[in-house]
């Protein structure tokens, strides 16, 4: 079982930025697959960014250019870089980790493992 937890969130100015942390336990940290998604009210969740166990990442089309993910293995965290925020940006962003990622890394069905979420906020 993982247990992953979330921080970072706020309220900021649009083009602000804010990091996000996901600090991960349970597991052999430096095997999981790991992503960020958020959830906008009204909205469908959505798969934000994603890397794997050889730190490949990919990203919504959306972000690409202004978030970036990493992870630090010896640290067993995951990080959420949000530069240039936009009011679209707002929502309850969630982390989540899997052993394995078949199809889609950017798909919530591809994650088992989620943490409780950290509000982003982002006032136009």
């Known amino acids: 079982q993982v247990q992953l937890v979330e921080s970072g969130g706020g309220s900021v100015q649009a083009g602000g930025s804010l990091r996000l942390s996901c600090a991960a336990s349970g597991y052999t940290y430096s095997s999981l697959y790991m992503g960020w998604f958020r959830h906008a009210p009204g909205k469908e969740r959505e798969g934000v960014a994603a890397?794997?166990?050889?730190?490949?990442?990919s990203y919504t089309y959306s972000v690409k250019d202004r978030f970036t993910i990493s992870k630090d293995n010896a640290k067993n965290t995951l990080y959420l870089q949000m530069n240039s925020l936009r009011p679209e940006d707002t929502a309850m962003y969630y982390c989540?980790?899997?052993?394995?990622?078949?199809?889609?890394?950017?798909?919530?069905?591809?994650?088992?493992?989620w943490g409780q979420g950290t509000q982003v906020t982002v006032s136009s």
């Open positions: 989540a980790a899997d052993r394995v990622v078949v199809e889609d890394e950017l798909s919530a069905y591809e994650y088992n493992w």
């Open positions: 890397i794997d166990t050889d730190g490949v990442t």
